[in-house]
């Protein structure tokens, strides 16, 4: 048996030992080098949101896929805590460093033979490594910073994430996401133009935070106001348009009171159309939301600004940077709005959108700008690595419907358009359909009049979600008049059929017609 060897090499011939020990330093101070340059690049990535590249081609080397990071960030930027991500980025690529010195120690200083048995050693603990970090994060895995959070989707409503949601707290420039809701409701409706001007008054000019420096008399026009709005948080701007809207600023946050009640913001009052502090002024992170959601799913031109990351006014005499850092450093980012101070602390409406599927992840009350946006960052990643906006289609033509007593025989059945569903992502794969359908159905029958159902499984043949089968057209009742026709069309059409049948058979059997006077 040959006695195990040392990491470094037993006395060769002095030429090859030579050569043996200048290929060793060579990998040790490679991998030196190597492991610097890593952590420079993804802190460099890390500013860009990005950094997560630098480990994938190691981690899918190792497995063969692609690990799902956005879930294991989730489950880890809010653990390393104040340092946020740099702690988990440094042992993530300090490890990557040590395998990589490590397995060029062992190609050079090893025998073929036994550099290819230490590498099988090696990769188990590889690929533990790896799968460890593809376990995807639960909701009640979720450890945020803020006191009040909550992550909604857009096209459903349906509510992925809640902590403390409906205590009510105040929103600071978050509120003007409902400032924007009724100017961009206005647009739609024809009552306003983006190219309407404004004139600046004195109490819009006298807003102080964070504003566009506005002078009492100056004119712009709605659509700068509105980027004012959006990128940097105008409180100006945001009064101006108020004031344009309603007269005052006090007859425009009366509506957005209006406004708020209509779309069930039971924990909301507003007292300003900007967020400056003011006693009263409070809503909560499911409100939030809530107006999240309607401006972004009715009036989706707004996108045009929230993801603006630098832009002007004033023929680019005033400078523009979106206070939102997630609109450049988050891939998919499509807005919404921040607000902070002192009393609020930092707050955040985020949105963001991946295959398909948009979300709105609220935080309230966050202790650091950072941290509001960490906190922001993990909901979204957790929501887009564990759910899934499946639309459904019908896998083959839907069957009509007969009508009994209609002007019609038959209805056609059409399904919702509300057609997508949210599912975990481990149940949004194999489904099956089944189509249920009445025999028939009495007139009258309306357009948009539930039929049946559409009923939904997924591979295990659990129940899913039950879709409705709605009729696709109108289809009156019979009156006596076009009854009492039909039953005469009816019976000329019988008395017809007779008559040609009768001739048929009296023409093969004389005797027929005659015994019956034919």
């Known amino acids: 048996s040959r006695p195990a060897q040392s990491l470094f090499p037993t006395p060769f011939p002095s030429a090859l030992l030579r050569r043996k020990m200048l290929l060793l330093?060579?990998?040790?101070?490679?991998?030196?080098?190597?492991?610097?340059?890593?952590?420079?690049?993804?802190?460099?990535?890390?500013?860009?949101?990005?950094?997560?590249?630098?480990?994938?081609?190691?981690?899918?080397q190792g497995t063969g896929v692609e690990p799902a990071l956005t879930a294991w960030e989730a489950a880890v930027i809010p653990i390393y805590q104040p340092c946020e991500q740099m702690e988990y980025i440094i042992f993530f690529v300090s490890f990557q460093g040590e395998i990589f010195m490590l397995s060029l120690i062992l190609s050079y200083s090893l025998p073929n033979e036994e550099r290819s048995s230490a590498m099988k050693r090696m990769f188990p603990m590889i690929l533990l490594f790896a799968l460890l970090l593809?376990?995807?994060?639960?909701?009640?895995?979720?450890?945020?910073?803020?006191?009040?959070?909550?992550?909604?989707?857009?096209?459903?409503?349906?509510?992925?994430?809640?902590?403390?949601?409906?205590?009510?707290?105040?929103?600071?420039?978050?509120?003007?996401?409902?400032?924007?809701?009724?100017?961009?409701?206005?647009?739609?409706?024809?009552?306003?133009?983006?190219?309407?001007?404004?004139?600046?008054?004195?109490?819009?000019?006298?807003?102080?935070?964070?504003?566009?420096?506005?002078?009492?008399?100056e004119q712009m026009h709605v659509e700068d106001l509105i980027k004012a709005v959006c990128v940097v948080s105008g409180n100006d701007a945001a009064v101006a348009l108020g004031e344009h809207l309603a007269g005052s600023e006090e007859a425009f946050v009366a509506r957005m009171n209006e406004r708020a009640k209509e779309l069930g913001m039971n924990d909301t009052h507003f007292v300003n159309c900007t967020g400056l502090p003011a006693e009263g002024h409070v809503t909560s992170a499911y409100d939030i939301a809530l107006m999240s959601r309607e401006l972004i799913w009715h009036h989706p031109d707004i996108r045009r600004f929230t993801t603006i990351w630098m832009d002007s006014l004033r023929g680019g005499a005033s400078m523009l940077v979106n206070t939102n850092k997630l609109v450049r450093f988050y891939p998919g980012a499509t807005g919404l709005k921040t607000g902070s101070t002192d009393s609020a602390k930092?707050?955040?409406?985020?949105?963001?959108?991946?295959?398909?599927?948009?979300?709105?992840?609220v935080i309230l009350g966050g202790s650091t700008s950072d941290k509001r946006f960490t906190d922001a960052k993990a909901l979204l990643n957790y929501g887009f690595a564990a759910y899934s906006l499946v639309t459904v289609t019908p896998e083959s033509p839907l069957p009509a419907v007969p009508v009994t007593l209609g002007t019609q025989k038959t209805v056609q059945s059409v399904l919702t358009s509300e057609n997508a569903l949210l599912l975990e992502k481990s149940r949004a794969n194999g489904l099956t359909q089944a189509v249920s359908l009445p025999e028939s159905i009495d007139a009258p029958v309306e357009e948009g009049e539930p039929l049946g159902t559409l009923d939904i499984f997924d591979a295990n043949g659990t129940p899913v979600a039950s879709l409705p089968l709605l009729a696709g057209e109108s289809i009156p009742r019979l009156t006596w008049s076009e009854l009492f026709c039909r039953l005469l069309k009816l019976a000329y059409c019988g008395a017809k059929t007779l008559s040609v049948f009768h001739k048929k058979r009296s023409d093969i059997f004389p005797f027929y017609a005659h015994a019956y006077n034919f």
């Open 25 to 60: 330093r060579k990998s040790i101070c490679t991998g030196a080098i190597h492991l610097p340059l890593c952590f420079l690049m993804s802190y460099r990535f890390q500013k860009r949101e990005t950094h997560h590249t630098v480990c994938l081609p190691f981690l899918e």
């Open 134 to 217: 593809c376990v995807p994060v639960r909701a009640d895995e979720l450890t945020l910073d803020a006191p009040s959070a909550l992550l909604m989707e857009k096209q459903t409503g349906t509510v992925l994430f809640a902590k403390d949601e409906h205590t009510p707290r105040e929103p600071a420039s978050v509120t003007k996401v409902m400032t924007l809701l009724l100017t961009m409701e206005a647009i739609d409706s024809g009552a306003l133009s983006y190219d309407d001007t404004v004139t600046g008054s004195a109490h819009a000019a006298s807003m102080g935070g964070s504003q566009i420096w506005l002078k009492e008399g």
């Open 346 to 361: 930092y707050c955040i409406s985020a949105t963001a959108e991946k295959d398909g599927m948009e979300l709105i992840a």
